[in-house]
């Protein structure tokens, strides 16, 4: 096996394919990249047994071939060769590595104790604008659990498409955000969980600058991302996902109106004086035209207030200081809604004018400040 290929091409291409290598499973062949050639074209794979990226760049190949090298090993010496071409020229499974005059010399693993990928055929394919779900993404992910969750099915993003829709959930247990949009799908109504690191690793190819499509198959298991030249596939979550539409609440006392900076500013001069935001929650007051906005901890005691647009009844409400900054910060509008059942009801996050996104934050049970 013998190829020469761009040293540039070939580090950028190492470094977003080593993100799917194990790094938690000692297993030689799995901590590699399997890099193969074919006649004129160089693929690279990582792949953990859960998530894999492939991709392929042109090279000019001498001899066909295939071999598995450690992901960080190659990665380093690749990131340090000058700019120009690498040669790369392979007996059985030693490797010798060749640009100007720096050679390294080093031992691969055999191709064939390289796991298989698994294949998505004949499912449910989806074409979808990057700069919409990019979005979409942007605006969901923050919501959906981390791994220390103890339901892993909500630790991946929702994906519910029906005639000419398409929507995202993410929740955790403290909140939930939806994102629904508009997409061009006549198939079969379908819904799959995809996990959060893959959407994560998904989001760092995407460039929400560019106007292009992304191709998505779906599978009974598998799901594959098809974004430039690169490709996903993740096993998808199975489980029982949260009835959302059963936790939304049905009624609402009062309506907020509120300039969504002018609140993210208000909360997040709260931050200097919580010293934990799961324990030191801040008091929301909303009344007349006015949100009113404190917090008390061992650092101290914050008080301020900001123009709202209230109707219907006062309200007080604690939360988690975080969770609400989060979803004003997603909700990316100059204005937002702000529905409120109560002090003990999740508080709803929605649009002024349309239906694109909804999001819930549960509040935090609030101590007398005296």
Same mark, same amino acid.
Request: charged content about 20%.
């Given at each position: 096996m013998k190829f020469t290929c761009s040293t540039k091409e070939l580090s950028e291409a190492c470094s977003n394919v080593m993100r799917a290598v194990s790094t938690k499973v000692t297993i030689p062949t799995?901590?590699? #990249? &399997?890099i193969e050639c074919g006649s004129d074209t160089l693929s690279l794979t990582g792949y953990d047994f859960e998530f894999g990226i492939n991709t392929t760049l042109q090279a000019s190949v001498v001899e066909p071939g295939a071999i598995v090298i450690n992901a960080k090993v190659?990665?380093?010496?690749i990131r340090k060769l000058p700019d120009?071409?690498?040669t790369f020229d392979i007996s059985g499974t030693n490797v010798s590595i060749i640009s100007g005059a720096a050679q390294y010399s080093i031992t691969g693993i055999d191709a064939n104790d390289y796991p298989e990928l698994p294949s998505v055929s004949g499912g449910y394919p989806?074409?979808?604008?990057?700069? #919409? &779900?990019h979005q979409m993404v942007s605006q969901t992910l923050y919501a959906v659990a981390d791994n220390e969750s103890s339901k892993p099915v909500h630790t991946g993003l929702k994906f519910e498409l029906s005639l000419n829709q398409l929507r995202l959930i993410g929740v955790d247990g403290?909140?939930?955000?939806i994102r629904t949009e508009t997409v061009k799908y006549d198939g079969d109504d379908i819904s799959f969980i995809v996990p959060k690191k893959t959407i994560r690793e998904l989001m760092k190819l995407i460039n929400p600058e560019e106007d292009n499509n992304i191709s998505i198959s779906v599978g009974k298991r598998h799901i594959v991302f098809d974004v430039d030249n690169y490709s996903i596939i993740s096993r998808l979550l199975d489980g029982d996902f949260l009835d959302y539409n059963a936790a939304l609440p049905k009624t609402c006392s009062t309506t907020v109106l509120i300039n969504t900076g002018d609140a993210i500013d208000c909360i997040e001069r709260t931050l200097p004086v919580i010293e934990n935001d799961k324990k030191n929650p801040i008091?929301?007051?909303f009344e007349n035209d006015e949100m009113r906005v404190s917090t008390v901890s061992s650092r101290g005691r914050f008080v301020d207030r900001t123009h709202a647009n209230c109707s219907g009844d006062r309200v007080e409400i604690g939360f988690n200081s975080k969770f609400i900054l989060e979803a004003l910060k997603a909700a990316d509008t100059d204005q937002v809604k702000i529905e409120l059942g109560g002090s003990i009801s999740p508080?709803?996050?929605l649009p002024v004018k349309d239906e694109s996104f909804l999001f819930l934050v549960l509040p935090m049970r609030l101590k007398n400040e005296n």
């Open positions: 799995i901590e590699g #990249i &399997l190659i990665s380093d010496i120009g071409k690498v989806l074409f979808l604008n990057q700069t #919409i &779900l403290y909140r939930l955000a008091r929301c007051l508080a709803k996050v």
